[in-house]
């Protein structure tokens, strides 16, 4: 059963503390994307990366960093640098040939209080 | 600086009747653009995807039309269902290989029986 697991659903974390979300697919994508969303609003682009071990910054990378070390993974941790963490955070992925649809997670609701 | 507009306010159609959703850009040359489809609380599912050289699209119910002079998409829901409300995303990219997506804010739109 291919797609996109994010993981956890919630997440709950003191303001401070750096934290971690967990994003895996087995489309076999080579691309990767991090998007952040806030009550009304369109999704925002953080982070994307075309190939394994490279990544560019998306719109709104500050107060973010990812890797991406295996083809299936791309975790981003959002720093205590991040000045509004508390969002919906969106993991997707595409074929890396252009123009593709993206193929996204069900999300991650990071609150930080 | 590069905007997507989409209709702020949601949209009630009634079952059975066509419901029409806009997407106006400004400041931006999409080598293509894609419809997505949000329920609350879950990713996006992507459903259309049209080119800056096409003028239309249909998949079943749903038709985009793309219209580069007028910067401005139009995307057609069908003998509309109660199923079919969700929040309709639109979103551009200038075709630079895997990049992210830019997204518009989005339009609720609500089929009653």
């Known amino acids: 059963d291919g797609g996109i697991t994010q993981s956890p659903k919630y997440l709950f974390r003191k303001e401070g503390q750096n934290v971690t979300l967990s994003c895996e697919q087995n489309l076999n994508h080579d691309a990767m994307y991090w998007y952040r969303q806030d009550p009304g609003q369109g999704l925002r682009l953080i982070y994307y990366s075309q190939i394994v071990n490279d990544f560019q910054k998306g719109d709104i990378a500050e107060g973010y960093s990812v890797s991406r070390e295996k083809k299936e993974s791309f975790p981003l941790t959002v720093t205590s640098a991040q000045k509004n963490p508390t969002a919906f955070y969106l993991c997707?992925?595409?074929?890396?040939?252009?123009?593709?649809?993206?193929?996204f997670g069900p999300g991650t609701r990071l609150t930080v209080t | 600086s590069q905007k997507i507009e989409q209709n702020s306010e949601a949209l009630n159609i009634q079952e059975g009747k066509t419901a029409t959703l806009t997407c106006n850009y400004t400041n931006y040359s999409p080598a293509y653009l894609q419809w997505y489809r949000q329920d609350p609380g879950r990713g996006p599912v992507f459903l259309l995807l049209i080119r800056e050289n096409e003028k239309e699209k249909r998949k079943e119910r749903l038709k985009v039309t793309f219209d580069t002079t007028l910067k401005q998409s139009l995307f057609h829901i069908t003998a509309s269902q109660p199923a079919d409300s969700a929040t309709y995303l639109c979103a551009l990219s200038s075709g630079g290989g895997a990049d992210g997506l830019t997204f518009g804010k989005g339009t609720h739109l609500i089929i009653q029986p």
């Open positions: 997707a992925s595409s074929i890396s040939l252009d123009p593709s649809e993206q193929y």
